[in-house]
C-alpha cells in the first residue's frame, strides 16, 4: 500500500479565488494582443483557441476566462539533502489562465503530491500517484 500526502484540489483553488484579485488575473490574457504570427504563449497555441467542451463550445473564451483554467501538470525532482542521492518528487499544477509573471509563483501553484524516495520511482509506477491526482 502506497501512503504519500496529497493536496485537496478543491479546497487549494478556493484558496487561490479567495485572494483579492485573483480572478481578474486570471481575465488579462482576453485582453492581450493576437498575433497568430507569433507563439509566445500558451494562449497563443492550437490547443487553447480550439478546444471545445461538452457543448462543443470554446472553453477558453473571454466569458468564462476566470472559471475555465486551463492546468499545467508538472513533476520536478529535488535532493533534500546536501551531499546525499535521496530524491524527492513533486507533481504540481500551474493555473495557465494567470499572467506568465504570476503563473509560478508560491502563492499560485497547486502542490498536488510529494513523491517520497529515497529513489525516484519507475515511470510505470508514476501511474500510483498520477491516479490518486486524477480522483
Same mark, same amino acid.
Given at each position: 500500500?502506497?501512503?504519500?500526502?496529497?493536496?485537496?484540489?478543491? !479546497?487549494?483553488? =478556493?484558496?487561490?479565488?479567495?485572494?483579492k484579485?485573483?480572478? @481578474?488575473? !486570471? =481575465? /488579462?490574457?482576453?485582453?492581450?494582443?493576437?498575433?497568430? =504570427?507569433?507563439?509566445?504563449?500558451?494562449?497563443?497555441? #492550437?490547443?487553447?483557441?480550439?478546444?471545445?467542451?461538452?457543448? *462543443?463550445?470554446?472553453?477558453? #473564451?473571454? =466569458?468564462?476566462?476566470?472559471?475555465?483554467?486551463?492546468?499545467?501538470?508538472?513533476?520536478?525532482?529535488?535532493?533534500?539533502? *546536501?551531499?546525499? $542521492?535521496?530524491?524527492v518528487?513533486?507533481?504540481?499544477?500551474?493555473? !495557465?489562465?494567470?499572467?506568465?509573471? @504570476? #503563473?509560478? /509563483?508560491?502563492?499560485?501553484?497547486?502542490?498536488?503530491?510529494?513523491?517520497?524516495?529515497?529513489? /525516484?520511482?519507475?515511470l510505470? $509506477?508514476?501511474?500510483?500517484?498520477?491516479?490518486?491526482?486524477?480522483?
Amino acid at each position: 500500500m502506497l501512503i504519500f500526502p496529497i493536496t485537496n484540489i478543491k !479546497c487549494r483553488l =478556493q484558496q487561490l479565488y479567495n485572494k483579492k484579485g485573483f480572478e @481578474e488575473l !486570471c =481575465q /488579462k490574457w482576453t485582453d492581450r494582443p493576437n498575433n497568430d =504570427q507569433e507563439l509566445i504563449d500558451i494562449y497563443d497555441r #492550437r490547443i487553447w483557441k480550439t478546444f471545445k467542451n461538452s457543448d *462543443n463550445q470554446l472553453f477558453f #473564451r473571454q =466569458q468564462v476566462s476566470d472559471s475555465h483554467l486551463g492546468i499545467m501538470l508538472n513533476l520536478d525532482w529535488f535532493q533534500p539533502y *546536501n551531499n546525499s $542521492q535521496y530524491s524527492v518528487g513533486v507533481m504540481y499544477g500551474i493555473i !495557465c489562465n494567470l499572467p506568465r509573471s @504570476e #503563473r509560478f /509563483k508560491t502563492s499560485n501553484i497547486i502542490t498536488l503530491t510529494v513523491i517520497p524516495g529515497p529513489d /525516484k520511482p519507475k515511470l510505470h $509506477q508514476l501511474n500510483y500517484y498520477l491516479a490518486s491526482v486524477i480522483d
